[in-house]
């Protein structure tokens, strides 16, 4: 469901130098969209990284807001708006974001002079099109003109393009975009109406992906009241039913297809609705699901299941589910709500992380970025304890909110043959169980016989801190130039 692709940024390169279907013409309701954004570093939380430059492309809609990816605006510490040929400027915020499925709206800052985005004209947003429809791909050049580039629409699938593990419908468009500025984010137009935000171009291929008109009118639809409350779920985990032994086991028939719950998360609306581990799902709001599942889309032939929650409803909606349990079929009716807190977020966008250090121990929550950072092969090069914490939460959520490990240890007089122990998980602290960060402060003020006692899932299994001598390093610490030795939640 997740094909390999590059944002827009890192391919600017390797568009073509010139395309035969990409012409130079007027357009409207385009802009630029310039942004400062500045991270925190993963593996020294309490420092910021170097700022970054983006630009990217926004359309302009009735509203007179700003449609963008989300990526253009994550992290961001300034956000203006620029018209094409350079010669207006206005501070821009954010009205709501949206990273699972990648957008933004963005407006104009209050009092800022803004009457001239109006006057660029205006995009309403479009309906869905169809396999081998032709659209509009709107790039602008440095001079201002617009570049026009024509693709096919070759596919339809759920893809993740933002943050990591969150699928939701996208266009891939056959098109050979040539190299022009403010490339990173772009709008996409049929017949002259908004259809969706490009997100990635793979230059190899010559394939964008494409934010779908589905998921940008439930998107729009949710910011109107000024509430964004994002994108519903259900709330579980599911296993495929390929495997013959499992179906049979399962008591399935050959015609039916079926998904096993191997989870379902507590407070979710499949919780209420009764939904338990060991059901088997056979269709959802009268859509059969086959092994696989997939499920038959009237516009889109086959869909992975999750669209039919995610991309087809609105938190508070109601969702019919048919059910296989202990043999016997049953109906149950589960409200959609927004995903329960995860013990490990998928995300830290526009947060600081929290982090602790003591006596040169850096404690740090667990994130799935954090896992990500150590490369490209990062489900097999990060520790095994943690990835093994992100693919089985349920194993360790039992007390927790969220999972607080041992990240690093400096060099300190206080941390003297603890030099190489890293990346693991914190059970307790001063005989107090580490629920999140706020609980491990807490324990840390309260010493045992003389000694703080720190228990970990490894060897050595327990580290020991004198108080007094951990107490003084954290002093020096902050004289030689740390900027915090701990940052809350």
């Not at 202990?326 to 149950?332: A, R, V, W, Y």
């Not at 999140?436 to 840390?444: I, P």
Request: charged share 25%; aromatic share 8%.
């Amino acid at each position: 469901m997740k094909r390999p692709f590059l944002s827009l940024l890192s391919c600017t390169l390797g568009f073509l130098a010139t395309a035969p279907h990409s012409l130079a013409i007027d357009a409207k309701g385009l802009l630029r969209v310039n942004t400062t954004i500045q991270t925190y570093s993963i593996s020294q939380p309490w420092e910021l990284t170097p700022p970054k430059r983006r630009r990217g492309l926004g359309a302009v809609l009735e509203s007179g807001k700003i449609l963008t990816t989300a990526e253009m605006a994550a992290n961001s510490t300034y956000i203006e708006f620029e018209s094409a040929d350079g010669t207006h400027t206005v501070p821009a915020t954010v009205i709501a974001i949206d990273y699972e499925t990648n957008l933004a709206l963005l407006g104009p800052e209050e009092g800022a002079n803004a009457d001239w985005i109006l006057k660029l004209g205006t995009l309403k947003t479009n309906g869905p099109v169809g396999i081998g429809d032709e659209v509009d791909i709107w790039q602008l050049e440095d001079n201002g003109d617009a570049v026009r580039t024509v693709g096919t629409v070759r596919s339809v699938d759920l893809l993740s393009t933002f943050a990591s593990g969150h699928y939701f419908l996208s266009y891939e468009v056959k098109a050979s975009m040539q190299s022009a500025t403010s490339s990173y984010t772009l709008p996409i137009t049929l017949n002259g109406n908004l259809l969706g935000i490009l997100t990635s171009y793979n230059s190899k291929d010559q394939i964008s992906d494409v934010v779908a008109p589905e998921i940008v009118k439930i998107f729009l639809d949710d910011v109107k009241d000024g509430n964004y409350e994002g994108f519903p779920s259900l709330g579980i985990a599911t296993v495929l039913t390929e495997d013959s032994n499992f179906r049979k086991w399962l008591g399935l028939k050959d015609e039916q297809g079926g998904l096993y719950v191997s989870r379902v998360l507590p407070g979710s609306g499949a919780d209420e609705s009764g939904l338990k581990k060991g059901d088997v799902i056979l269709t959802v709001d009268g859509h059969p699901i086959d092994r696989r599942g997939y499920y038959k889309d009237e516009s889109y032939g086959r869909l992975f299941w999750s669209h039919l929650v995610r991309g087809s409803r609105k938190v508070g909606e109601r969702l019919s589910l048919v059910i296989l349990r202990e043999g016997k079929e049953q109906t149950l009716k589960a409200v959609l709500r927004r995903p329960p807190p995860k013990l490990i977020p998928s995300h830290m966008y526009d947060k600081a992380p929290p982090f602790l250090i003591k006596g040169g121990l850096v404690f740090q929550e667990l994130t799935r970025s954090y896992l990500e950072a150590f490369g490209k092969e990062w489900q097999s090069r990060a520790p095994l304890n943690l990835l093994d914490a992100l693919n089985n939460p349920e194993d360790y959520e039992e007390g927790r909110d969220r999972l607080v490990f041992l990240s690093r240890v400096i060099r300190t007089p206080a941390t003297i043959g603890y030099d190489r122990v890293a990346n693991l998980i914190v059970t307790e602290a001063n005989g107090q169980k580490v629920t999140d960060m706020n609980s491990l402060v807490t324990a840390l003020k309260d010493p045992k016989d003389g000694l703080h006692s720190i228990r970990i899932d490894d060897i050595p299994y327990v580290l020991y801190l004198d108080p007094q001598l951990s107490d003084s390093v954290d002093k020096t610490l902050l004289e030689r130039g740390l900027p915090s030795l701990q940052r809350l939640p």
